[in-house]
């Protein structure tokens, strides 16, 4: 085989590589996480350890996207309507530090339906009980501070 025959097929390969696995472009957002795999159970993200001891311990939780959000799943699984032995527990802790709390404002929909939902925390990211009204996978668009992130929660028929 010729030198030159080894370049073009070096070439058409990484052509089709290329072609196979996307843009390289560094910038691009990262595909939303379904709700099945957003829920973690391992150690928290080290920032949002404090107050834990072990702070390294298994515990379920969810990240939001931009990483400025985790959501502590006390509750675990959430479930609607809320069972009597269990709340729907989240302690919601801010990545950005704080200096002015504002209230922690969720709009949560529930997927491939028209199903809407809005809640409050009073005060900012903290402890909260967070009832909606259905089972399925809910994304929770959330606004505090002048931070915004997105979770994927999924509550279970209760």
């Known amino acids: 085989m010729t030198s030159r025959l080894k370049v073009l097929l070096g070439v058409a390969t ?3 590589v290329t072609a196979c696995t996307g843009s390289s472009d560094s910038s691009a957002k990262p595909a939303a996480t379904s709700c099945d795999s957003a829920t973690k159970t391992g150690s928290l993200p080290t ?3 404090g107050g834990f001891t072990p702070g390294d311990q298994a515990i379920p939780h969810v990240v939001g996207d931009n ?5 502590v799943l006390f509750g675990y ?13 989240i302690l919601w802790v801010s990545r950005p ?9 969720i ?3 529930l997927e491939g339906t028209s199903t ?3 809640r409050k925390v009073v ?8 009832d909606l009204p259905k089972s399925g996978c809910w994304t929770l668009d959330l606004r505090w501070s002048g931070h915004v992130d997105t979770v994927r929660l999924k509550y279970v028929k209760g």
């Open 14 to 16: 990484l052509v089709a």
């Open 47 to 49: 920032w949002a350890r």
């Open 67 to 71: 990483g400025d959000i985790a959501g």
């Open 77 to 89: 699984p959430l479930s609607s309507p809320r069972t009597g032995d269990r709340s729907n527990k």
């Open 97 to 105: 530090e704080l200096t002015v709390p504002s209230d922690l404002k």
């Open 107 to 109: 709009h949560a929909t």
């Open 116 to 118: 809407v939902a809005d």
């Open 123 to 130: 005060g900012g990211p903290g402890p909260s009980i967070v």
